[in-house]
């Protein structure tokens, strides 16, 4: 059997990202460009700190966003997308506008 018989480009990229957080990190560091962990906290507080810091380090490990950290005491760490999660989100922004418009009549 060939190494990429099965594999699936799409599903394997999305089975990754269309968590129930990772899209919505990325819509928050996409519109405020720059974030640290507690303003990401603050801006989706129903997360809890434990799953925001696992979905952080999956989407840096798909090298979707970046992680700062500056030697200052106390320590301050950035985070940023990525060109690829730039990318990424570009291509997704339609579906995020089309969510917006259409949610009431999807979400009752």
Avoid at 52 to 66: D, H
Wanted: with cysteine; net charge positive; glycine share 0%.
């Amino acid at each position: 059997m060939k190494k990429y018989e099965n594999f699936c480009p799409v599903r394997d990229i999305l089975s990754r990202v269309c968590d129930k957080w990772s899209i919505l990190i990325m819509y928050h560091l996409q519109t405020e460009q720059v974030m640290r962990f507690n303003q990401l906290q603050r801006a989706i507080p129903d997360l809890s700190q434990k799953m925001l810091t696992q979905t952080l380090r999956k989407l840096q490990t798909m090298s979707l966003i970046t992680r700062e950290v500056y030697p200052e005491v106390p320590p301050r760490v950035e985070y940023q997308l990525t060109d690829l999660g730039c990318s990424f989100m570009q291509r997704l922004q339609p579906m995020i506008e089309w969510a917006i418009e259409n949610r009431e009549q999807c979400v009752k």
